[in-house]
């Protein structure tokens, strides 16, 4: 009888099978991880001591929000890709809020959302272009991305 097993018909139990999956499972995780850091660029963000942890489970844009001391404007920053003009930025924002509505998340809260990581440095007028640009793209959720205490 070809099969693994001891001599009374009890199965036996094999380790190398569960090590493949561990380490597939291992590689996953490491590749999405990575996909999320990239998204996010290293700016000082505020500090809101009393800020609560995000809801991981949903679909969402992050929009980075970086003052230039030089030129004194913003840059603005989505996957990866700088945008100048905030009209470009809002039709991408209305593409991805239309690609979400298409398919939801699975998670409890299926709303699109809008992460503005904004440097501490950037002025409030700037950060409510962004907020009417997400209000414009139909996105009812914006948050900010804060730190809830100093930095070391």
């Known amino acids: ?52 942890k995000r809801d991981m489970m949903r679909n969402e844009a992050i929009v980075n929000v970086r003052w230039d001391a030089k030129t004194e404007k913003p840059t603005y920053v989505l996957d990866s890709v700088q945008y100048k003009d905030l009209k470009v930025l809002g039709e991408q924002l209305k593409k991805m809020k239309a690609a979400n509505d298409r398919a939801p ?16 440095d950037v002025h409030a007028l700037i950060i409510n272009r962004v907020m009417m640009l997400a ?3 139909g996105v009812e959720d914006v948050t900010f991305a804060v730190y809830n205490k100093e930095e070391p």
């Open 1 to 52: 009888m070809a099969g693994g097993g001891g001599g009374d018909g009890e199965p036996e139990f094999q380790i190398a099978p569960m090590i493949d999956v561990l380490l597939v499972l291992l590689v996953f995780f490491m590749s999405i991880t990575s996909a999320q850091v990239s998204k996010v660029e290293k700016m000082p963000l505020p500090v809101a001591p009393h800020a609560l």
């Open 135 to 137: 209000g414009d793209a």
């Open 105 to 120: 998340s699975n998670g409890p809260n299926p709303k699109y959302r809008i992460v503005i990581r904004a440097d501490s």
